[in-house]
């Protein structure tokens, strides 16, 4: 019987390749997405009482705050181009017998996020 | 004759009968600018060293025998200029994530196993009898599938897959893009059946879309492609079955 030779991956194996640490960092990005969602929960639960929400504008109003948000921010536009780059896999339509070249797939979720996220900062700021 | 030149493969070297432990081992000689790698390996075989060991078959991209780690990247080795290559020696490595037989060789069992999971055969509701002819396609019907129709086999895509290798039990690129293959067929209809295994959590769901594995493919097949592809449509078929019961037959 010959002896096979396993070779499990080593720890640091996402270090090893730029592509395995754009993959890493992407995953990561994710966390950034999640913490998000819970201010925005946190948002939600205090609304309906005054002094929850004093204390949540309060903390929003600080500059861990600020910092926090440009941080996600930064972190979540990274996440967002990721899954953008990703609708033509997914997306695959054809024109007849032709596929529908992927870069006019993303080019057209980049123009549509770019419009809504442009429609949600004007009613913001409106 | 084209232009020699001088070249250091370093070659993983793994003897289970004396050696516990791989090692590498150096093997400088002058070559044509006109070889690949496998030509050099071949070379070493025949005139340096005998006792090396590796998979090869038709030196023309077809049969998918001779992937091999050159220089930490997953390559058919008949296709694989040295010329380049910027670096004077050459890293030469079995694939990643298959357990090592000898030398360069990797075992395979765990793929070969894998690959009739999915039923990589049409499956249509209905056998036609033979006097109705053939299946008759059009050429956009073909092109749905095609890409995905290019496999060799070769497994570059399963040593380029991170997933695979932490996780032997994901199904991988190559046998869930031969899934998609079949399930994008005008002449096929054993999606649901396939589901089972393409749709399980080792299945579609453990992708995490790395991506590696189309960048490595040499037949341009696209298995992240197809991986994407499955998933959506599996999650709309269940969402159908959930919404429709009745239509969705399951």
């Known amino acids: ?52 929400f004093s204390t949540f504008y309060t ?5 861990l705050s600020v910092w926090l948000h440009l941080v996600i921010l930064v972190l979540a536009l990274y996440h967002t181009g990721t899954w953008i780059a990703l609708t033509p896999k997914v997306m695959v339509l054809w024109r007849g017998d032709e596929r529908v070249d992927p870069g006019v797939i993303a080019g057209a979720n980049s ?3 770019l419009m809504i996220s442009g429609a949600v900062i004007w009613l913001v700021l409106m | 004759m084209g232009a020699t030149d001088r070249t250091v493969l370093d070659v993983y070297r793994y003897l289970p009968d004396n050696e516990s432990e791989p090692t590498f081992q150096s093997y400088e000689f002058d070559y044509q600018d006109n070889w690949v790698v496998l030509d050099a390996l071949n070379h070493i075989k025949a005139e340096i060293d005998s006792t090396l060991s590796f998979r090869w078959s038709c030196r023309m991209g077809v049969c998918g025998s001779c992937g091999m780690m050159v220089n930490g990247e997953p390559k058919l080795t008949c296709e694989t200029f040295i010329r380049d290559y910027d670096t004077q020696t ?60 290019m496999c060799i086999n070769c497994m570059l895509c399963y040593s380029a897959c991170p997933v695979y290798g932490l996780d032997p039990s994901f199904t991988g ?36 879309y790395v991506g590696e594995c189309t960048q490595v493919c040499p037949k341009d097949v696209d298995p992240a492609g197809a991986i994407q592809m499955l998933k959506l449509s599996y999650a709309l078929d269940w969402a159908k079955s959930v919404v429709m019961p009745r239509s969705s037959g399951s």
Request: some cysteine; aromatic content about 12%.
């Open chain 2, 90 to 149: 050459i890293t030469i490595e079995p694939l990643s994530h298959f357990p090592v037989i000898r030398d360069l060789v990797i075992n395979m069992d765990d793929f070969m196993e894998k690959l009739p999971r999915v039923s990589p055969w049409l499956i249509p509701d209905e056998d036609k009898p033979l006097e109705d002819g053939e299946y008759l396609q059009t050429p956009a019907q073909v092109a749905h599938y095609k890409r995905f129709s």
């Open chain 1, 111 to 113: 123009i549509l996020f």
């Open chain 1, 59 to 63: 903390f929003l109003s600080s500059s």
């Open chain 2, 173 to 208: 690129p190559a046998v869930l893009a031969l899934a998609a293959r079949y399930n994008l067929d005008s002449r096929d209809d054993g999606m649901k059946e396939r589901a089972a295994e393409v749709s399980a959590h080792e299945g579609i769901w453990e992708c995490t």
């Open chain 1, 1 to 52: 019987m010959t002896r096979e030779l396993t070779r499990p991956l080593p720890w640091n194996w996402w270090l090893k390749k730029a592509v395995y640490f754009q993959f890493m960092m992407r995953e990561l990005t994710s966390v950034a997405v999640f913490a998000y969602a819970l201010l925005i929960i946190w948002a939600l639960l205090s609304a309906a009482d005054a002094g929850a």
